[in-house]
Structure formats: C-alpha cells, structure tokens
C-alpha cells in the first residue's frame, strides 16, 4: 500500500444546472490492508467515507486519476 492519498478532483459541468459543484475522492489505505475511498462535496461542504472497498491487490499510482463521464479511473499495477 502507499502511504501518499490519491485524490482525483470530479467537475462535471452542466448546461441546466446553475450550480457549480466539485467533488473530490480520495483513497486510503483501510484496517484491512485494502483501499477505501472517501468523498467531498463542494454543495455539502463535507467529507462521505464510501461504502465501497477495493480488494484487489492492484497498486495505485499517485497524480494519475482521471474522471471521464462519471467514473474515476486511476493507472495501477
């Protein structure tokens, strides 16, 4: 596991909605040697620990998370 959160920023503007939000997700490394995630919500102003966890034994890489059309995807070996 890394000891470096990776944080992906998610902007998804629309043309019908007026209000701008952001949200940012970020790992962590869990209890369970595994990878949890939580999210903030700019509308909110908080943080929301996920109900998902990842049990792969993949890596993450630092600084490669992209967000394309509502999904999160990070480069991993």
Do not use: Q
């Not at 944080?7 to 869990?30: Q, T």
């Not at 990878?35 to 490669?64: C, D, H, M, Q």
Request: net charge negative; with cysteine.
């Amino acid at each position: 596991m890394h000891t470096t959160s990776i944080v992906v920023l998610a902007f998804d503007p629309s043309l019908i909605n007026f209000v701008v939000e952001y949200k940012l997700v970020c790992d962590f490394a869990s209890d369970l040697e595994r990878y949890e995630f939580e999210i903030y919500s700019s509308v909110n102003g908080s943080w929301k620990v996920l109900a998902e966890i990842s049990f792969s034994e993949i890596k993450l890489f630092p600084r490669t998370g992209v967000h394309v059309n509502s999904i999160i995807y990070w480069s991993s070996f």
